[in-house]
């Protein structure tokens, strides 16, 4: 079956970084195109970035651009996400989300979530 | 960017009873509309998309539909496993933008 475990969140000071990684399994993870989405304490769902399934395009939030950068590997199936200059509104549940397809822009599959908090 | 307007933000019904959840789009996303249940603790869950075309393994007591830029989520009898929030998410371009939510809970 489909497993996503996302790894690599924790405290951290504003204007640090994190890296972020996502562990697939259950699928050809070079097939899919994968997302990360992250939900702000309170807050409703918000898209973060997103990686085709060749890594040959790549898409950003306005609130992360310039600052987050997505990744893959797809001999070892994992996804990143490294995380720069974060703020204060950067802490969230971060969500590692498979593709329905290799570009449809539907999430079939989500992990679990690791917890950034972004606090002096 | 699109917006999606979702409401309720919270509902109230008895087990067995009809539920529905509407999202307005602020432009036409043709039928790009999807809906997932969040449970705290659990992965979130993709229950409908394209509309309503329904994700292999949800019950069909789900349901989806649209009129024009509103796009509805219906539970045709509530149950209580369907304790949770639902959102709607709109995929035909990026940025990919959800709505704020709806809880619903047993009374």
């Known amino acids: 079956q489909v497993q996503l475990v996302e790894s690599g969140g924790g405290v951290v000071q504003p204007g640090g970084s994190l890296r972020l990684s996502c562990a697939a399994s259950?699928?050809?993870?070079?097939?899919?195109?994968m997302h990360w989405v992250r939900q702000a304490p309170g807050k409703e769902l918000e898209w973060v970035s997103f990686l085709r399934f060749d890594g040959s395009n790549k898409n950003y939030a306005d609130s992360v651009k310039g600052r987050f950068t997505i990744s893959r590997d797809n001999s070892k199936n994992t996804l990143f996400l490294q995380m720069n200059s974060l703020r204060v509104e950067d802490t969230a549940v971060y969500y590692c989300?498979?593709?329905?397809?290799?570009?449809?822009?539907?999430?079939?599959?989500w992990g679990q979530g690791t917890l950034v908090t972004v606090s002096s | 960017d699109i917006q999606m307007t979702q409401s309720p933000s919270s509902l109230s019904a008895s087990v067995g009873n009809r539920v529905t959840i509407t999202c307005r789009a602020s432009q036409d996303i043709s039928n790009s509309l999807a809906w997932y249940q969040l449970k705290p603790g659990k992965a979130p869950k993709l229950l409908i998309y394209a509309t309503s075309t329904l994700q292999s393994g949800v019950p069909s007591r789900f349901s989806g539909s649209r009129s024009g830029t509103d796009f509805t989520l219906t539970i045709s009898s509530l149950q209580p496993e369907d304790v949770a929030t639902y959102y709607c998410h709109k995929y035909n371009v990026v940025p990919l933008t959800f709505g704020g939510g709806t809880k619903v809970e047993i009374k």
């Open positions: 989300a498979k593709d329905l397809d290799w570009q449809l822009l539907v999430f079939d599959y």
């Open positions: 259950g699928f050809t993870f070079s097939s899919y195109g």
